[in-house]
């Protein structure tokens, strides 16, 4: 890193800083082979996606749709109906909550911190909780209005309102506390486990599937209505998120440093709040709860090139989107025709990989 010599009006003691700017000699060189290799990660997903499953849809049927050929009238709704809107959510889905985990760990400075930690989980699932088993309750105009819908939008709403109020809570003159944003999560997510087995307790046998299979997380209703929903949200996120990364890697040295360096520390705390919220929110409500994208996916990139947040955040949105379709490649197929819900598998691959991580770190500072 580069030091920035200042001095003060009298010629006094030097105020030292470290400068943002991590593109200066020292750190290590632009990832080019990282990020070819995430590239190409992400297409040969993609491939194995849309041609392997039940229906027989092979990669030549994928080669003549790509070429004008035509396919047959089944194929085509596999292929445009089916595996398309599921592999593009999969890869938004993905996206959203790597990145979202790069700057909530950021923010907070904390490798443990997930999206989880800003009450979008606790939230997002109580939501779904409530329209599962209570969204029999609810006026007729509302439900015509929702429809089938009433699961994706009662998530998406649940995880605002639990943003919002921590933020509410947390902020106090303009100022936001990360540590009290960080301990009011934890009360949130309390009440929102008290409440769901409230909930789960009145339950009955339908109800308790449906809130076993939301909570484990699945592509399987992706649809092109459900993506367009989801999309503008998490794309809006993706756009905006690299803006962030100077505050982000000033912030890695404290907040009266990056007040030193010139950052809006205040705004940089409120825009990737409310971005990791706005994208893992619409993430949550399209596909359940999908745990370890958002912790995993940013250890493996700092692991492999670094803590600069301006290339953390791209490659992110790289591997996350290729890690998600992979598991759910694995959980719709390792147990054909039926299919494990995508929490599971990201769960048992992402746990191990977790551990080994911190075992690896443990062992360096022991080092």
């Not at 760990?105 to 930690?117: S, T």
């Not at 409440?195 to 209703?221: C, E, H, K, P």
């Not at 409500?285 to 996916?297: E, T």
């Not at 990201?346 to 022991?366: D, E, M, Y």
């Amino acid at each position: 890193m580069r030091f920035i010599r200042r001095f003060t009006a009298a010629g006094a003691d030097p105020v030292v800083a470290l400068s943002p700017d991590l593109t200066r000699p020292g750190l290590r060189p632009v990832p080019y082979g990282l990020t070819a290799g995430l590239v190409l990660l992400v297409i040969g997903a993609s491939v194995l996606s849309l041609t392997s499953g039940a229906a027989g849809l092979g990669p030549g049927d994928l080669f003549s749709a790509l070429f004008g050929e035509g396919l047959s009238k089944r194929d085509a709704v596999v292929l445009y109906d089916i595996r398309l809107p599921r592999l593009a959510m999969g890869m938004a889905v993905g996206a959203a909550l790597a990145v979202s985990g790069v700057l909530l760990q950021g923010l907070f400075r904390n490798p443990l911190a997930d999206p989880g930690i800003v009450g979008i989980s606790a939230g997002a699932g109580l939501g779904a909780v409530l329209a599962i088993v209570l969204g029999g309750l609810l006026p007729l105009w509302v439900a015509d209005i929702v429809g089938m819908h009433l699961v994706p939008v009662a998530a998406f709403m649940g995880g605002w309102a639990a943003t919002l109020i921590l933020y509410r809570a947390a902020s106090s003159g303009g100022r936001t506390d990360v540590a009290t944003m960080l301990l009011a999560g934890i009360a949130l997510g309390a009440l929102a486990g008290a409440v769901t087995g409230v909930m789960v307790y009145i339950a009955d046998d339908t109800q308790l599937r449906n809130l076993t299979f939301w909570g484990m997380g699945s592509l399987a209703g992706a649809t092109w209505t459900k993506l367009a929903a989801a999309l503008p949200l998490i794309g809006l996120v993706m756009l905006l998120a690299p803006g962030l990364a100077r505050g982000l890697n000033a912030l890695a040295l404290g907040e009266a440093q990056a007040v030193h360096m010139g950052q809006d520390v205040q705004r940089v705390k409120r825009l990737a709040i409310f971005g990791a919220a706005a994208a893992t929110g619409a993430a949550v409500a399209v596909s359940g709860g999908i745990g370890f994208i958002g912790i995993v996916v940013p250890h493996l990139l700092r692991l492999a090139m670094g803590p600069d947040h301006r290339r953390l955040l791209p490659h992110a949105a790289l591997l996350g989107a290729g890690l998600l379709v992979l598991a759910d490649l694995v959980s719709r197929t390792v147990v054909a025709p039926a299919e494990l819900p995508i929490g599971i598998v990201t769960a048992l691959f992402g746990s191990p990989v977790f551990l080994w991580i911190l075992l690896r770190q443990k062992g360096a500072l022991r080092g």
